[in-house]
């Protein structure tokens, strides 16, 4: 459905012709938000306009100054670059404003699905989207006679042959990294498993059990085909071991595929043998364990009509169906605007979209439950406690902070 | 100057008492990019009005220092009750984030702080007595790693220790074991840090008791040589005792630097094997949902500790100021 | 003391020296090795397939034909204007030593001749602001700054770190003027100086050596700072570190290591100078009282 509406629309497109608009506000934007190439390409469009100011603030650190950023009043940012995952922080804090007459004025350019809806009101644009799934060196799976891995059962087995083989000592790579990305991993392989992270309709935590378990299982017989030192490796350190041929079968962010084997020094093997596929199921699942994401843009709540009006001007001029004729923006992200033509780097992330991979949880309390996790896997990953006290300890940790929060 | 320091004292106080109201939770249609399904939101008017009402939010006394992510009385009860012996107990506690913390903070504390007083004294008295051309250069060097900002020499070292890096393979072939990782292990890890804390601060150590030396009483030093007391007693009975203050001056700022130990674990990705109390301030400003009274609460916690650990040095130095008054 | 370093028995001297010289590479050896890497590319630098690659460069060799590249370099000073945020550090550098030791110079030396001891206090003072954790402070203040607009400017930060590190400046120099004996500006008093001229014209020519070393550390907090520049300042107007660490990338971003590799051994370039200047200076000051207590 998805490919085939993104498709359909690149068609209408190109029958359209891309007209070049002028872009003109009169009054102040000003963005914050990630600093990742796609989002660089998307401040840069919005300060293409002319009229009136307008300023970015792109950084790692965004999560942590948006908010006390858009609290004031008038807001410091206009608009904030987010993904499902921190779009909830804005929601909780009440300070972004819904879209719907902006899109209704100015949003012809737009598609129905990059529209983020709640409670039947817009209230963020989308435009690219982002899932983890496999990247593995095709030379060395062909090389041990398998087909690509559909699961992570197969992934194992493929593991265990390379090293039997002698060809690689650790063949899996995963970012393992306590914390977020340790977290991240667990909620992957968590939902293949069928689980669910709250009981229905609550935010009582709902990890400690047979999916939970069966998840933790399974990171940990793979953590043992992994270096040694995965729990310091983020997704960085992890594309670095892929580039130095250390690593031939992994679970990596599609918004990384495009620049995977690029940099400066990569052993031509590797460069050759660089493959993208789906994300894997686990544990005899349908649904994959991997998530999807989107990131979008929002505009605050506490400024002027006339500085929304601008800011809503201004973001949608920079996610203009246009910018995707430079072939260097083109390939930076999975976009969702309308004309996007699917690269093969974005193979993987229309594979995981096509196969109903569950969007990251978009709720008020799935941060703390993330915090959690990151904070309490690891001693289960060193083997310091059984799974059933490592989730036990993390509904209770998730439980003191939603206390706090007062979500529960 | 008051204002800047004295205002967040006292408003981290008073957010560590207080909390978020309780939300009011709506179930409604949320549609993304890839489908529309019915999820859980926050009901902005009704929170609005309990803000309105309340703008300081829930006041919770002292819950929050005493829930599962502090001081954890309960668990703590529980793991008394519930364990056998002492291993089992300790083993619970180590479960407990404050307690984790703690453990490997206190650790750091008491192993690097005097460490870094003998080797910055040995340091001191070794470049004191080697030639006095060659003095400034040792001196240049051994500064280094003091200066150095401390993100980017625990950032330096991270790279050198890998398994794969210079001194990984060194300690590699050292213990005669290739699959030896210093990351991997907490134990090790904790020394890489204690090593890294000690390399830092020794350079600072050194040059206040180099200073030190260099108004050392000519006189009392001959008069000791005349009595006939050898090396190692003039810096027992002469030496020591004029370095005292300085002694107490660099454990003072140890002491209250190493309790803050924090670039170290993040330089070192050491979240996995050891905490601080400010590495957990900083888990809980960092995630998608920030947890300000916790971290409120946890800071406050940190300034307790402090004074605890420096009393035993202000009484003498009270007592000092009171003498010369 | 010469003459004590030649009257040490040889074996003693051979200990020491061996000691002296296993201390150095220790302390040196980092930073050479940091050197030495920065001219390398990525998979050279963390020798992640061989670790010998780190030292005879084979991938940058492959790459780059010769065992040595500045790419990390070009990368970080021309490609993403490494120069702006040196000038940043610089500018937040210079203010905060120049202001911390205005009022640290005046401020001290009034405390030290009002008659009343205030080292003890000051020193509580000193204390309780250097254990509050940076980030909670940062944390406090960013809504305040927020809504007054002041966030993500040079101005807010030089304030706040000035404002960290103040009564620890004071309480250094503070203790420094106590040893220069007050017979100094009485005298000149009697001469028929008032007491800002007894200042000027009697203290300020000996107070230099104390000066430049809380100069110093107040140069060094401002310099080496990371959790209050990270959260303060926006990003035309960031520093050395935090840069250094937004090179580094985070889990959505491929980082540029050897962009940051490269501005590590850049942002050391002027410590090492610094030190080489002011280490002559470092240690009289010091000796001149300023630790004392």
């Given at each position: 459905m998805f490919v085939r509406k993104l498709v359909l629309a690149g068609v209408m497109t190109v029958l359209a012709g891309t007209s070049a608009m002028a872009c003109g506000i009169n009054a102040r934007v000003s963005v914050v938000g990630n600093e990742f190439p796609a989002i660089q390409s998307v401040g840069a469009g919005a300060q293409e306009c002319s009229g009136a100011e307008v300023t970015t603030n792109l950084t790692a650190d965004h999560q942590k100054i948006n908010v006390p950023g858009m609290q004031g009043n008038p807001a410091e940012y206009t608009s904030a670059i987010i993904a499902n995952s921190s779009i909830v922080a804005l929601m909780n804090e009440d300070v972004i404003r819904p879209l719907d007459d902006l899109v209704a004025k100015h949003g012809k350019d737009l598609k129905k699905n990059q529209l983020v809806t709640i409670d039947g009101k817009v209230m963020a644009v989308a435009f690219m989207a982002n899932a983890q799934h496999l990247v593995y060196r095709a030379d060395v799976l062909k090389q041990i006679g398998v087909e690509p891995p559909k699961t992570y059962e197969d992934m194992l087995a493929a593991a265990k042959m390379i090293r039997d083989k002698g060809i690689m000592a650790n063949p899996v790579g995963g970012a393992?990294?306590?914390g977020w990305n340790l977290a991240q991993e667990f909620n992957n392989m968590f939902l293949g498993m069928g689980g669910s992270h709250f009981k229905s309709g609550s935010a009582q935590p709902n990890v400690n059990n047979e999916a939970g378990v069966k998840a933790l299982t399974m990171m940990k017989s793979l953590s043992e085909y992994m270096n040694p030192d995965f729990l310091t490796h983020d997704s960085n350190a992890t594309n670095a071991e892929f580039r130095a041929g250390n690593v031939a079968i992994m679970n990596m962010w599609g918004s990384r595929a495009a620049t995977l084997?690029?940099?400066?020094?990569?052993p031509q093997e590797v460069v050759d043998g660089f493959a993208i596929d789906g994300p894997m199921t686990a544990g005899g699942g349908a649904i994959p364990a991997s998530t999807l994401w989107w990131d979008g843009w929002t505009v605050a709540k506490n400024i002027s009509d006339a500085e929304a009006e601008s800011t809503f001007i201004a973001m949608t001029h920079a996610i203009r169906p246009a910018i995707l004729a430079d072939s260097d923006v083109a390939t930076q992200a999975v976009w969702l605007i309308d004309g996007y033509k699917p690269t093969p780097a974005a193979v993987g992330v229309f594979a995981a979209a096509e196969a109903n991979t569950i969007p990251y949880p978009m709720l008020p309390y799935m941060g703390l439950l993330h915090t959690a996790l990151g904070n309490e896997l690891a001693d289960f990953m060193q083997g310091k406690e059984s799974a059933e006290q490592a989730l036990a300890d993390v509904e209770a940790a998730y439980v003191a902070a939603a206390k706090e929060k007062g979500f529960l | 100057m008051l204002l800047f320091i004295a205002t967040p004292i006292v408003s981290v106080t008073v957010q560590s008492m207080f909390t978020p109201h309780e939300a009011v939770f709506l179930t409604v249609e949320t549609c993304t990019p890839f489908k529309c399904t019915e999820e859980t939101t926050i009901d902005q008017e009704a929170t609005a009005a309990l803000r309105a009402e309340q703008p300081l939010g829930r006041f919770v006394g002292l819950d929050i220092y005493l829930d599962r992510g502090h001081l954890a009385i309960s668990e703590v009860g529980e793991a008394w009750a519930s364990s056998q012996n002492w291993t089992e107990f300790l083993a619970s506690l180590s479960n407990l984030p404050f307690y984790r913390a703690m453990s490997f903070t206190l650790v750091f504390i008491f192993t690097v702080t005097p460490m870094v007083i003998v080797l910055g004294l040995l340091i001191a008295l070794a470049v004191n007595s080697i030639y006095a051309r060659l003095r400034g250069v040792v001196i240049f060097f051994s500064l280094l790693p003091f200066v150095i900002t401390p993100l980017i020499g625990a950032l330096v070292l991270y790279w050198m220790i890998d398994s794969r890096g210079i001194l990984g393979n060194l300690l590699q072939w050292m213990a005669g074991?290739?699959?030896?990782?210093?990351?991997?292990s907490t134990g090790l890890m904790w020394v890489s840090l204690i090593v890294y804390g000690i390399w830092h601060a020794a350079p600072f150590a050194f040059v206040i008791f180099y200073a030190g030396l260099q108004t050392l009483p000519q006189d009392q030093m001959e008069a000791a040589q005349i009595d006939g007391a050898s090396r190692l007693q003039r810096v027992r009975y002469v030496i020591l005792p004029h370095l005292m203050p300085l002694v107490m001056f660099v454990t003072l700022i140890q002491l209250m630097d190493n309790f803050r130990v924090f670039e170290p674990i993040i330089g070192f990705n050491a979240e996995a094997h050891a905490t601080s109390l400010s590495w957990a301030i900083f888990n809980d400003l960092g995630g998608e949902t920030r947890q300000f009274s916790s971290a409120a609460a946890t800071s406050v916690i940190t300034i307790i500790g402090v004074a605890i650990l420096l009393t035993p040095v202000l009484i003498r130095t009270w007592r000092d100021f009171r003498r010369k008054v | 003391m010469a003459s004590r370093a030649q009257s040490l028995p040889k074996g003693l001297r051979i200990a020491l020296t061996s000691f002296i010289v296993i201390w150095l590479i220790m302390a040196a050896f980092p930073f050479i090795w940091t050197l030495w890497g920065s001219f390398k590319v990525e998979l050279d630098f963390f020798s992640i397939a061989d670790w010998t690659n780190a030292i005879t460069g084979a991938r940058t060799e492959e790459t780059h034909g010769s065992p040595f590249t500045g790419a990390g370099y070009h990368g970080a000073w021309v490609e993403e204007g490494f120069l702006r945020n040196v000038i940043n550090t610089f500018i937040v550098c210079f203010f905060v030593v120049l202001t911390s030791l205005t009022i640290g110079t005046l401020g001290g030396y009034a405390l030290s001749r009002?008659?009343?001891?205030?080292t003890f206090w000051l020193l509580i003072a000193a204390l309780i602001f250097r254990a509050m954790p940076p980030i909670t402070l940062v944390a406090g203040y960013m809504l305040p700054f927020f809504q007054w607009n002041v966030w993500g400017i040079l101005p807010t930060t030089i304030i706040v770190l000035v404002a960290i590190n103040q009564p620890f400046t004071l309480w250094m120099l503070h203790s420094f003027f106590q040893n220069i004996p007050k017979e100094l500006d009485e005298s000149a008093k009697v001469d028929g100086c008032t007491q800002f001229q007894a200042f000027r014209h009697v203290i300020i020519p000996v107070m230099w050596p104390g000066v430049i070393t809380t100069g110093l550390f107040s140069f060094l907090l401002a310099y080496n700072d990371f959790a209050v520049t990270a959260m303060l300042l926006a990003e035309e107007n960031r520093t050395m570190v935090p840069q250094v660490a937004a090179f580094l990338g985070s889990t959505y971003t491929e980082g540029n290591v050897m962009f940051a590799v490269a501005s590590v051994v850049s942002a050391t370039v002027p410590l090492f100078i610094l030190v080489m200047v002011f280490q002559r200076q470092i240690v009289s000051g010091l000796t001149a009282g300023a630790v004392k207590g």
């Open positions: 393992y990294k306590a084997v690029t940099a400066d020094g990569v | 074991d290739p699959s030896l990782s210093l990351k991997a | 009002s008659g009343y001891r205030y």
